[in-house]
């Protein structure tokens, strides 16, 4: 796709005067102000895309959106920034309010997404390093991969040469991403059962039936010793047909001696522990070894005032 124009969509006080176009109008319900001194016709929507174009029109010496802005123009998962983040190479900072510059030493690996120079999912995953915590840089690596912006091994190729602030979690979640993942809070499980020092589950599992045909897709197994530990994220309420179809297939599943652990929004984010317990009490009761339990996850999950962890 072609860059973007940038000068023909954004309107400032001094292309308002060369066009001739009065202040007054300028100012009025005509056209909506993105930022100090950069307007567009109200009629065009503001996306998270025009954003990024009308910063990068009011700092023309950035080279790309970088960070937080360059995950969500890839379609990664990462926490809300009020603030568009921009790479640049100079001293030279923006004083506009909603707009972040970042200074880097050697250029950035830049490509174009929809028409704008954007760090690389690579180059904005080690970015991001610095600002996001273990968790959610696993949740932006997975959503990465599932939006197949990049590969697992060109992550790691890029976290193993990562430096600086930030790198060592960048190495340590590159070792966590994996592909598959539905959801950013199944990575979240996930995590919270391996940072709780329990034995990675398969992800996206796939049960077969005698006839070979697939019978149920599980969030996180631990096949041989036949554990689901699944993330119900209620979507069902939309496809009732769906979660009718899926509630069967589980039941053939226990038949079969599966045990299921089903997490919700509340479990995960306000109890932990008891999720932990759940997870710990059905390993026991299908015969899987349960190791001690180490206090990792409590740095990056909800700690209750009295932990009931098994």
Not at 256 to 275: C, E, K, M, N
């Amino acid at each position: 796709m072609a860059a973007f124009d940038n000068a023909r969509v954004f309107i400032d006080r001094r292309t308002a005067r060369t066009r001739g176009l009065p202040m007054k109008e300028l100012l009025s319900t005509q056209y909506t102000r993105v930022f100090f001194d950069c307007y567009v016709p109200a009629s065009t929507p503001v996306t998270q895309t025009l954003l990024v174009q009308a910063a990068l029109f009011c700092a023309p010496e950035a080279l790309a959106a970088s960070h937080h802005s360059a995950a969500q123009l890839w379609g990664g998962i990462v926490p809300r920034a009020s603030d568009v983040h921009l790479a640049v190479t100079t001293d030279v900072r923006t004083k506009r309010r909603g707009i972040r510059t970042h200074r880097y030493d050697v250029s950035p690996r830049v490509m174009q997404r929809s028409g704008v120079p954007t760090t690389t999912p690579e180059q904005t995953f080690v970015d991001l390093g610095a600002y996001l915590e273990l968790v959610d840089l696993v949740v932006l690596g997975d959503s990465l991969i599932r939006k197949r912006r990049t590969t697992i091994d060109r992550l790691s190729a890029a976290a193993s040469v990562a430096s600086g602030r930030g790198s060592v979690t960048v190495r340590r979640a590159a070792t966590w991403v994996r592909g598959r993942v539905d959801s950013p809070n199944e990575t979240r499980l996930r995590l919270l059962l391996v940072l709780a020092g329990l034995p990675e589950p398969a992800v996206n599992t796939a049960i077969r039936g005698a006839d070979g045909e697939i019978q149920r897709k599980l969030d996180l197994a631990y096949e041989r010793a036949r554990i689901a530990t699944e993330y119900d994220g209620r979507h069902h309420i939309d496809r009732q047909d769906q979660w009718q179809r899926d509630l069967l297939r589980r039941e053939e599943l226990e038949g079969q001696g599966w045990r299921f652990v089903v997490i919700t929004a509340d479990d995960l984010y306000s109890h932990p522990d008891r999720v932990l317990t759940r997870v710990t009490t059905a390993m026991r009761t299908q015969g899987m070894r349960v190791p001690r339990l180490s206090t990792a996850w409590c740095t990056y999950f909800h700690q209750p005032s009295a932990s009931s962890v098994a």
